[in-house]
């Protein structure tokens, strides 16, 4: 069982394709925003009904203070149905502004690539990466709008430092062993 | 613009396919029953989080009564992404155990055929049908509970006659004429 | 243990006053009507978040339509710090419109004398009293809007005969043994 | 008019009363703490309903992480009706666990002196004092769960330095002359 990625550098999105953005985006030049990623599936009641309202509302509060919302769609089931001309109407019908990265399908197995390689356990999930580029929380299933927002003020509040330490850049190159070494403690959420 | 049918026999459903259903249904067959027909789309925000919800409820409260629910899956818009396939997929992840009529796209146009039948004005919509197969509200949009509840009520609390009076069986043969004569006054919401 | 009154005529409200009303109001006067009487007590959280707000929404879709609603407030625990000026004063900040009978306090025990004549269990309860002046709902605890709505539905469809059955006016003469007889089998809510 | 204090040092309470404590608290005992103040009347509706159960909410996920949570009941009309005895009553069936100070009375006007001192607008209002005693939030109706958790998150992070501010002293002793001073400006809430 994949244990979600938590306190260690955040491995860049691997889409297929972004959508509401004209260009792929990088985490690296976002580097010095806090980024809250939330992974969807269109076709997931509790996406629909939670995840994605709370990723509008948050948009909505916290954009103009500096957060980048993003969007990630992990498609771990019925790939054949979900296709990208789907979301691209799903988007459009429910107004969401901010860009979506289409996670792209693996050979091995059912979970797309970046879903694997931050451990997400299944949508809604909502990960949290601060100015420095850690991922700080990594929560799959509900979470509170007043929790979700203590996380954001929060990781908002910490100053960037100049330097990214060392032990996060060696953590860049060993990103599946360090996941693989991911224990139940340090996985927790972080709250 | 057309007019929702309202006060008339209501038409047979002419869907492409029944899914939840091992054969199709016929509101013939059905005749006798409260019929409760939630119009829909798989991509329609207003549907998904209020008009599924509310046809769960139904079902979940009356079906031991002699209620009847039927869902309608009219696709006017994104027809070709929004694939039976895929609404096979949201029936299941919304666990909606009711039958579903796909309705059957219309060669002249986008409003498939029942719904161009009814005179839907778009999703989510809500026709009931009561025991004598008259269409009693054909609703837009969203209706509280309270007055869902309290149409449903009022429907079933009537009598069945032996015969459906002459004016209805004519009603049948001049359909399209029926709705055609259709003015605001008699199509208004019959509440 | 006292039993929800049902399926008997209502007996008369015997409140020690009315607000919203210039005078006081006898069910026997509103026969012909619907009637709907929420029982509350107003520092009871269920009655304030869930039969309040209920009560309020039925009267606002169906007072057009014949629906008399009234207020009891049963106050039964806390007598000496929930005072009729008190009640004013609640009445006053949520906006009730409706008459509202501020039941009689009994000299022999806690619970005020109507709500003891319904065999109420508590707050909030509903109680819905047909044309004929008939109960036909007595329910204690939260209800769900569709269902009040169907019951208000189906009750109002009812035509009310010229004249009460027998039965009934046998009933009025022997409430209280009527209520004492109330078994478990005719007591359940008629749902 | 009043304006909300903002950005110095939060004033001590000076209830009549404590409900939900053997002693009297003091703001300057609790230094060191977040301490959010949620004003409130017990007859005030978008308390009821919006105040109260954020406050609970609050505390319940946040006690534990050293948020002081406090109620404090300004009733600035209808003294009459709302007793202390009443209101022992109302923090008992809604089962409110924190403490709560009941506002001392005016003898020069309807508000109370602990809402004068913070220049309150009326209930519900939601106060946030940071670690070093100064008001961070002083907000006047409702609010919504993710930015109060943004708030607490964003004081919570912040060092308690070691010695209050000299200009924070000062502020101490010219309290009303400060309040007084305030313009739209400073007053303004700090989000």
């Known amino acids: 069982m994949t244990m979600p990625l938590i306190n260690t550098e955040a491995p860049e999105l691997e889409p297929a394709m972004w959508m509401n953005s ?85 050979r091995s197995g059912p979970i797309p690539i970046t879903m694997q390689n931050y451990g997400l356990q299944g949508t809604p999930s909502l990960v949290l990466i601060d100015r420095n580029g850690l991922i700080r929380l990594n929560h799959f299933g509900r979470l509170d709008d007043m929790l979700v927002g203590k ?19 060696k953590n860049k190159d060993s990103q599946v062993a360090d996941k693989a070494a991911c224990d139940l403690h340090k996985c927790e959420i972080n709250n």
């Open 22 to 106: 004209a260009n792929p985006l990088s985490l690296k030049a976002l580097r010095g925003h806090v980024i809250a990623i939330h992974a969807f599936q269109m076709l997931c009641p509790g996406c629909v009904s939670h995840g994605i309202p709370q990723a509008l509302k948050m948009n909505a509060l916290f954009a103009e203070h500096g957060l980048v919302t993003l969007g990630l769609h992990t498609v771990f089931e019925h790939h054949d149905v979900i296709t990208p001309e789907a979301l691209k109407v799903f988007l459009h019908e429910y107004k969401i502004p901010f860009p979506v990265a289409v996670d792209r399908a693996s």
């Open 151 to 169: 996380f954001i003020g929060q990781i908002a509040s910490e100053e960037q430092p100049n330097t990214i330490p060392n032990q996060l850049s």
